[in-house]
């Protein structure tokens, strides 16, 4: 895996993948950032909400449950001083779906944490993380 950063002007960059996809990251104004992007730390939660996302996505479609959605909402705490490391994440998924069964959304958070997550698993070397759910049905 490769990833190129990309200096721009002032706070921000331009960075792109090793699959070619570019993205915009920006300090606040105050950093003399132009606001035009999203924060290097941000990104960090962004991959994290990524990554478990598709894993639960994964899980439930090959245990055969009709999902039809799954957003997940993240909030995090960083440390008062430098570095500021995240030092607790919270992850909320809204699973969707017709007659979904509780156990196999549990397990598949489960799984995804404690196994297939790597942003999930490397993150909660430095922060705890904990998770909650909702099962949306859908009529």
């Given at each position: ?25 920006d300090g606040?104004?105050?950093?003399g ?15 994290l ?6 894993d ?8 055969r ?75």
């Amino acid at each position: 895996m490769k990833a190129r950063i990309k200096w721009i002007e002032k706070s921000s960059f331009t960075g792109q993948s090793g699959s070619g996809h570019t993205i915009v990251m920006d300090g606040p104004p105050g950093n003399g950032g132009h606001n035009r992007g999203v924060r290097p730390m941000e990104m960090l939660l962004l991959g994290l909400g990524g990554c478990t996302a598709f894993d639960v996505v994964q899980i439930l479609q090959k245990s055969r449950q009709p999902i039809t959605d799954c957003v997940v909402e993240i909030s995090a705490k960083r440390a008062e001083t430098i570095p500021k490391v995240f030092t607790h994440i919270h992850v909320h998924f809204k699973v969707s779906g017709h007659g979904l069964k509780e156990h196999h959304v549990k397990r598949a958070i489960k799984l995804s944490s404690e196994k297939y997550c790597s942003a999930s698993i490397m993150l909660g070397k430095v922060a705890s993380i904990s998770h909650d759910y909702e099962i949306i049905d859908i009529d």
